[in-house]
């Protein structure tokens, strides 16, 4: 049996982002799925572990919008890229919320939230 040691509930969320390295790389991949703290990116592009990154996320409410997030590649094998969430402005950490939300419902979110928010008391 594996334990799986996850803190935030991963959503099936389908939609491209756009990843930016500081070096110029630039990747347009799926998503595989999202949570709070971090996206699951489907490519066969090598991005190496440790390395920042800027994801921009299409918002569908408002076309022609992206939200920026900054974070860094996790966890990197043969089918994609995992990349923890550091820094985004409050109106994009709404929307995320939101989306997240939408998928599992208030209790869950909430619990998730107070979590989310624990983890970057200093």
Not at 27 to 51: C, F, H, M, N, Q
Request: charge should be positive.
């Amino acid at each position: 049996m594996r334990f799986n040691r996850r803190w935030f509930t991963r959503v099936n969320y389908r939609n491209t982002v756009v990843i930016k390295t500081p070096d110029g790389m630039v990747v347009e991949a799926p998503v595989k799925d999202l949570s709070l703290r971090g996206v699951y990116i489907i490519t066969d592009e090598i991005i190496p572990v440790g390395r920042s990154v800027e994801i921009f996320f299409r918002d569908n409410s408002s076309p022609g919008r992206e939200l920026k997030v900054n974070g860094i590649i996790v966890r990197a094998n043969k089918k994609g890229f995992a990349i923890e969430f550091e820094k985004m402005d409050l109106s994009t950490f709404c929307h995320l919320k939101t989306t997240v939300y939408d998928f599992l419902g208030k209790p869950i979110v909430i619990k998730e939230l107070s979590r989310f928010f624990r983890t970057f008391r200093r």
